[in-house]
T-cell receptor, first 118, second 108 residues
Framework: GAVVSQHPSWVICKSGTSVKIECRSL??????MFWYRQFPKQSLMLMAT?????????EQGVEKDKFLINHASLTLSTLTVTSAHPEDSSFYIC??????????????FGPGTRLTVT | DAKTTQPTSMDCAEGRAANLPCNHS???????VYWYRQIHSQGPQYIIH???NNETNEMASLIITEDRKSSTLILPHATLRDTAVYYC?????????FGTGTSLTVIP
């Protein structure tokens, strides 16, 4: 399957600071990338959808000014958690979809980023 | 919101076939059935997907009923490494809304 990476794999930050998480599709061009959040013992919750070169579409209840998403190229999307608080501590996972060709309906997930806000 | 229902947990003996059911009675004509699995603290791994026909790949087989209201994922020879949470998702290929999934435990 296709490869999606995330960086960093884990991060600890102080309350009030901002944290940037990168998501890269390594062997295909991702027309669409998605960001999810997963709390312990819960399922993945979709936060937002981002298409290359356009503004992200956020799910209901997700604050767009707090979770800034940039999808500047076909291989890179970033999620910035601004003014992080302890309740933002979670496992953040991205996924990427090629949108074209044989694999156009497949979505590939990154390994996740564990964020801990102290 | 998730549009699929799955059993919360299942056990399977090592070497046996694991059959994981999923109900998706409100699936639309242009929605695919996707299966992913997640091992603890990792990102979900793609397994298989299908629209109407049964599908098979090196990992698993997907059986979709004729009315497309349910499906079954089959792991033909379960190993201990197949222990994971398995998610069944219906989607046009865009947004995925995950349900609670089935926690499969493969027993030695």
């Amino acid at each position: 399957g296709a490869v999606v990476s995330q960086h960093p794999s884990w991060v600890i930050c102080k309350s009030g600071t901002s944290v940037k998480i990168e998501c890269r599709s390594l062997d295909f061009q991702a027309t669409t990338m998605f960001w999810y959040r997963q709390f312990p013992k819960q399922s993945l919750m979709l936060m937002a959808t981002s298409n290359e070169g356009s503004k992200a579409t956020y799910e209901q209840g997700v604050e767009k000014d707090k979770f800034l998403i940039n999808h500047a190229s076909l291989t890179l999307s970033t999620l910035t958690v601004t003014s992080a608080h302890p309740e933002d501590s979670s496992f953040y996972i991205c996924s990427a979809r090629a949108g074209l060709g044989r694999r156009q309906h497949e979505q590939y997930f990154g390994p996740g980023t564990r964020l801990t806000v102290t | 919101d998730a549009k699929t229902t799955q059993p919360t947990s299942m056990d399977c003996a090592e070497g046996r076939a694991a059959n994981l059911p999923c109900n998706h009675s409100t699936i639309s004509g242009n929605e695919y059935v996707y299966w992913y699995r997640q091992i603890h603290s990792q990102g979900p791994q793609y397994i298989i997907h299908g629209l109407k026909n049964n599908e098979t790949n090196e990992m698993a087989s997907l059986i979709i009923t004729e009315d497309r209201k349910s499906s079954t994922l089959i792991l033909p020879h379960a190993t201990l490494r197949d222990t994971a949470v398995y998610y069944c998702i219906t989607s046009t290929g865009n947004q995925f809304y995950f349900g609670t999934g089935t926690s499969l435990t493969v027993i030695p």
